[in-house]
């Protein structure tokens, strides 16, 4: 809706701007009609039509601009709003898994099942050797999976 009280604006004011042209033009003629003493072959008279040419341009371009604002659609916003789901921890059969990597896996599985591999060794209280190694072999029984962040791995349960 805004566009098209713009575009009639734009046309509005570009036809008001045409008349006074128009007007500025005929003065300008009167003026050299009286003033000039070579006739109609004056030089004057050449410069008031490029300067009419160009100014009817500039009053053309803005309608064209004024209709095409007129003419089109309004872009309309789409909100899409989300509801955040409360993430339930991850479940994994942890009966082939040893005393090590269960503590590991409850660990990853209480955090969403997603954690940084820096946070496992805070958390678990076990060397940064031991948990590679650890995570090695669940990432060998495709327990979970570890992408490269950084300095550090993000661990995935799968």
Same mark, same amino acid.
């Given at each position: 809706?805004?566009?098209? #009280?713009v575009g %009639?604006?734009?046309? /509005? +004011?570009? $036809? @008001? *701007? &045409?008349? =006074?042209?128009? !007007?500025?033009?005929?003065?300008?003629?009167?003026?050299?009609?009286?003033?000039?003493?070579?006739?109609?072959?004056?030089?004057?008279?050449?410069?008031?039509?490029?300067?009419? #040419?160009?100014? %009817?341009?500039?009053? /053309? +371009?803005? $309608? @064209? *601009? &004024?209709? =095409?604002?007129? !003419?089109?659609?309004?872009?309309?916003?789409?909100?899409?709003?989300?509801?955040?789901?409360?993430?339930?921890?991850?479940?994994?059969?942890?009966?082939?898994?040893?005393?090590?990597?269960?503590? %590991?896996?409850?660990?990853?599985?209480?955090?969403?099942?997603?954690?940084?591999?820096?946070?496992?060794?805070?958390?678990?209280?076990?060397?940064?050797?031991?948990?590679?190694?650890?995570?090695?072999?669940?990432?060998?029984?495709?327990?979970?999976?570890?992408?490269?962040?950084g300095m550090?791995?993000?661990?995935?349960?799968?």
């Open positions: 809706m805004k566009n098209k #009280y %009639l604006l734009m046309i /509005g +004011i570009s $036809i @008001i *701007i &045409g008349i =006074i042209v128009f !007007l500025f033009n005929n003065a300008l003629t009167t003026i050299v009609n009286a003033s000039c003493t070579h006739g109609t072959s004056c030089p004057m008279y050449g410069t008031i039509n490029i300067q009419t #040419y160009i100014s %009817l341009s500039l009053v /053309g +371009i803005i $309608i @064209i *601009i &004024g209709v =095409i604002l007129l !003419l089109s659609k309004e872009e309309r916003q789409i909100i899409v709003k989300k509801v955040k789901e409360k993430k339930q921890p991850k479940k994994i059969d942890v009966a082939r898994l040893d005393k090590d990597e269960k503590v %590991l896996g409850k660990i990853i599985a209480d955090a969403q099942g997603t954690i940084f591999q820096s946070e496992l060794v805070e958390k678990s209280g076990f060397d940064k050797v031991k948990v590679t190694r650890i995570l090695d072999k669940l990432e060998g029984k495709q327990f979970i999976e570890r992408k490269r962040r550090t791995n993000v661990v995935i349960l799968k």
